[in-house]
C-alpha cells in the first residue's frame, strides 16, 4: 500500500489542523494505520493508531483528549484531527499502516510509511 499524507501547515497555538492521508489500493480495511511524528533532532514518537474497523483507538498520553484519530475505509482515508495545538507539536507527521491485527505503538511496528507533512505550531 502508498500512503499520501496532507493537511500540515501553519497555525497559531490553540488553534486546530486536520491531516488526511490517502492510500493506494483496495485492501485498506485489512490494515491498521496510525500517526507518528518527528521534531528536529527528536527522534519519532507515536502519536495514535486505529484499528481495522476503525472502533478503537489508541493515542499518545501527550495527545489525548486534543487529537482524534478516524479512518473512512470507503474513501481508503485516515484523518488525524487535531485541536488545541501546542508549539511542542511542531513536526514532521507521518502516515503509517500494517496488514496485522494489532495497532503497535512502535515505528518497527508498522511496514508502510507516508512521506510526512509538516505541522509548525507558533506561540
Known amino acids: 500500500v502508498q500512503l499520501q499524507a496532507s493537511g500540515g501547515g501553519l497555525v497559531q497555538a490553540g488553534g486546530s489542523l486536520r491531516l488526511s492521508c490517502a492510500a493506494s489500493?483496495?485492501?485498506?480495511?485489512?490494515?491498521?494505520m496510525g500517526w507518528f511524528r518527528q521534531a528536529p533532532g527528536e527522534e519519532r514518537e507515536f502519536v495514535a493508531a486505529i484499528s481495522r474497523s476503525g472502533d478503537s483507538t489508541y493515542y499518545a498520553d501527550s495527545v489525548k483528549g486534543r487529537f482524534t484519530i478516524s479512518r473512512d475505509n470507503a474513501k481508503n482515508t485516515v484523518y488525524l484531527q487535531m485541536n488545541s495545538l501546542k508549539p511542542e507539536d511542531t513536526a514532521l507527521y507521518f502516515c503509517?499502516?500494517?496488514?496485522?491485527?494489532?495497532?503497535?505503538?512502535?515505528?518497527?511496528?508498522?511496514?508502510?510509511w507516508g512521506q510526512g507533512t509538516l505541522v509548525t505550531v507558533s506561540s
Open positions: 489500493g483496495r485492501t485498506f480495511s485489512y490494515y491498521v
Open positions: 503509517v499502516g500494517d496488514r496485522s491485527f494489532r495497532a503497535g505503538r512502535r515505528p518497527e511496528e508498522y511496514d508502510y
